[in-house]
């Protein structure tokens, strides 16, 4: 009997401490390091929702990109290890991968932060970075607490975050691989690196 009880204790400790991986499929994980963390480039598709429920399933959450050493960094896997390592280019021509990752970062034209969920009691956790929107939109975005960012922007003009992309209340934030201009005129308004604001309902790859 005192077995029997300590299997039942042991079993109910465990279960909540385990997560489920099945979001996506193990071959399509890639991890790769910073400063000793360990990040995981997720290569299947998926809204900004269903990639951060699946960060969340994982254990850890959409990445965070607080400093312009780790936006390096992530470019840097992106576009220069993971294809020399895996043979994965992200950087072709294939217009379908629309070239852009999703982060952690979501929000509204009135502000920006980072988002998470508290294990225990399922709360929203919110980081805010940043308010208001770039010269697409109403022009009057300013770092909060001197956070980083790193929005779209050219020739010392922030273009973006620009004004709510999909139809829900807030956006999904991306970290673009490729080149974006103003139509007419050619003016870059995005380019490798820098962040932009996307439908959340898109389908990219993400980082965890």
């Not at 502000?111 to 980081?127: A, F, Q």
Request: proline share 3%; net charge negative; glycine share 10%.
């Amino acid at each position: 009997m005192k077995n029997l009880i300590l299997l039942i204790l042991t079993t109910i400790f465990i279960i909540p401490n385990s997560y489920s991986q099945d979001c996506v499929e193990e071959k399509n994980v890639y991890e790769f390091n910073y400063r000793g963390r360990v990040l995981e480039f997720i290569y299947e598709m998926k809204t900004w929702e269903e990639a951060f429920e699946c960060a969340l399933d994982r254990g850890g959450h959409l990445v965070y990109v607080n400093t312009e050493e780790e936006n390096s960094r992530l470019i840097e896997y992106l576009t220069i290890e993971l294809n020399d390592v895996k043979g994965i280019d992200l950087v072709d021509d294939d217009v379908s991968t629309k070239q852009n990752i999703w982060i952690g970062g979501a929000g509204s034209k009135t502000v920006w932060y980072w988002k998470n969920r508290d294990k225990d009691s399922g709360l929203p956790i919110e980081l805010f970075f940043y308010k208001g929107t770039g010269k697409l939109g109403a022009n009057d975005g300013v770092k909060l607490q001197s956070r980083y960012s790193n929005w779209g922007g050219s020739n010392g003009e922030l273009y973006y975050p620009k004004g709510l992309q999909g139809d829900g209340p807030v956006d999904g934030i991306a970290i673009t691989l490729d080149t974006y201009y103003t139509q007419p005129g050619n003016i870059i308004i995005a380019s490798e690196g820098q962040w932009i604001n996307l439908d959340p309902m898109e389908k990219h790859y993400f980082i965890v």
